[in-house]
Each structure stands twice: as structure tokens, then as C-alpha cells.
């Protein structure tokens, strides 16, 4: 009994002395466990990629299965106050970023709602309630990535891919708005119609889409007509210093103009746009241009003398040291008629952004000086805070 006792003991006593080192013990343990698991994940790796070469080597390749995530919601929130001398007495007098009134407007909200279904099948579903109106659906697409060929289809109401700086998305954009030129000639509008994107090498995608050509607010391509689109997007320079990216296009056919006042014309409509990042400096340039060439008995808003052009020049700053925040510069040009001269919007821009946690929360100032400009338009200063979420 007595020595019953005094194992008892003893062994209490080491319980309790495991228990006391208990929380460190583990804590170590946990970490060693850790670090071999890893280590064996890496063999793991190591292994599945040499045969992988294997087999590729032997004439044939096998995909990973990809991660699957078949619901994705995510959305925005972007605050703007607008501040000009712009007299909006008399009707529908907008500023030149659309607004019709100076002060805080919760520009955009936005719900997006997207996923993989497998492999080869994603979509999205994007509705926006911009400036407290109705909400409305955005984007409703459907992808369809080819095992075979690198070649992808977008099916539904998506993005016109013409212009560069339109395809950019609007979280990432570095003024409040798109240069003047894209606004006023590109696509910037939704609307239906299948795309396709055919990547032959890392460096190049080959793009053509037929759309319906009459924005996302007219659902039904009432008069049968259809725009057409063909687009080279290039990255010919990736390097640690350097990158550089240029993507033209070409719309035909019958589509919706913005200097149509927003109705269908019969396009020519080429856009160039480039943007060269040089890493060493902190400096991204950017530039546009754009001209169509469209039938003239088909621009109902006014007699078109020639052609209408536009460009912009743009560049972007991240300050030394304080790389959150960027100095940013534009100048914009449109022409809505090349035959009648000194008649040309002009607009320099100069302006900031701040990245609080990359663009999730991020702040955008700007001020627009108006050169020159065919309406009754004057100085713009805004701020914007966007939030992700
Ligand atoms: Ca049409
Ligand atoms: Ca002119």
C-alpha cells in the first residue's frame, strides 16, 4: 500500500509537472510539427513537378485541378464630393464628371457575385445602386476556358473591349474618372455580346466580340444590327525594371457613341493606348489615342464636319519613401469634328491618390483645369474614399 502510494505520488507529481510546462512544451511542438510539415510539403512539391516534366517529357501533360470556389461576393462603396463653379440652374446641367450638383454623392455601390463552377466555367454577376438610384444589373457573363486551346469565351451583358484604360478596373483607376477623350469616343458602357480571347503566348492575347451595339440599358438589339470588334493586347516588355503594355482595337459596325449623344452610329473606331512602367524611377506613363471614322448620315446629333479624335497623356508618381502616396498628371483632348478647327476640349488634370491599405481603402483627389471646351464647362475639384469590401 505504501508503496502504491509513493508511485502515486510520483507520478502525480510528474503530471504536474507536465502540466506546468504544459502551454511552452506544446507551443514547440506545435512549431517543430509545423516546420516538418512544411518541409514535407515542399518535397511533396519538388517531387510532383519533376513528374510532371516526366510526363510532359513523354508527350502529354496533365492539369492540376484547380481550386474550385463556386460563390464569391465582393463589392465597393466609393464616397465623392464635387466642388465646382458649373452653373446647374436649368435642366440636366452635369458637371464634366456627370454630377449633377456639387457636394457628396455615394458614387459608386456596387455587389459583385462570382465563381468557378470547375475548371473550365466561371461567371459573374455585378449589380450597382450609383448615386442612390435604381439598382441595376451590370455585368451577368458567363466564361468558358478551352482544355485544348488557350482560348477563352465571355458570354452576356460584359465590358466592350476596346479601350485599355475602359478595361482597367474602376477600383484601380487612378483619377475619379477616365481621361475626357475615353469618356467621350470609347465604349464606356455595358452591353451584350460574346467575346473572345485567344492567348497564343504568355506576352499576346488576340480579342474579337460581336456585340449588340446598344449599351446595357437597351436589352433587345431592336434594330438587328451588331458592333463588331478585333483587339491585339500586348506586353512585349516584363522585365524588373521595365514594363511595358499596348493594346489596339478596332470597332465596326453599328454601335453606341457617347458624342452621338449616347445614340447608335455606324463606327470606324480606333483606339491605340500604351503604358510603360519604369520600376527604378516610380513612374508609370500612360497614353491614348482614339479616332473614328464613322458614317456621317448615321451621327444624328449634329452635322459632322470630318472625324471625331481625342487623346490623353497621363503619369503617375509614387513618392520616394512615402510609395502610399501617388502624384499624378493628365492631358486630355477630343475633337468631336476634325473639319472645323480651334473648337477642342481641353483639360489638364494634376492630382493624387493614397493608398491606406492598397486599393482596398484608398482616398483620390484631383482637380480638373478646363482649357478649353465646347460647353459651359469650368474647374472641377473632387475627392473620393473608396472601400472594398
Ligand atoms: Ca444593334
Ligand atoms: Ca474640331
Redesign the pocket.
Known sequence: MRKFLAVSTVFMLSLGSVAAFGQEVSNDEVLEKLQQLEQKVAELEKENESLRSLVRKSGYTVMPRKRTEKLQVDGRILLRWDQTNFDYEGGNNKNIYGEKANGLVARKVRFRFHGNLNDNIGYMIHVRADRGETVELWDAFIDYKFDAVPLKLRMGQQKIPVSMSYLKPGPKIIFPERPIAVRKMGSHNRDLGIRAIFSPMKKLKLEAAVM???GFSTLR?D?K??SYILAVDSTPINSSDFKWRIRAAYEGG?GWAAYNDKK?AKRNLFDLETKLDIKPVNLALEAGYLHDNPNKSTVTKYALKGNVAGYYLQADYAVPGLQKLHLIGRYSEFDKDTDVSNNEEKYASAGFYYLLNGWQAAIRGAYVHVIDTASNQKDLISAEFQLLF
Do not use: A, S
Request: proline share 0%; no cysteine; charged share 45%.
Open positions: 449588340d451595339g446598344e438589339n434594330d444590327k451588331y453599328y447608335v
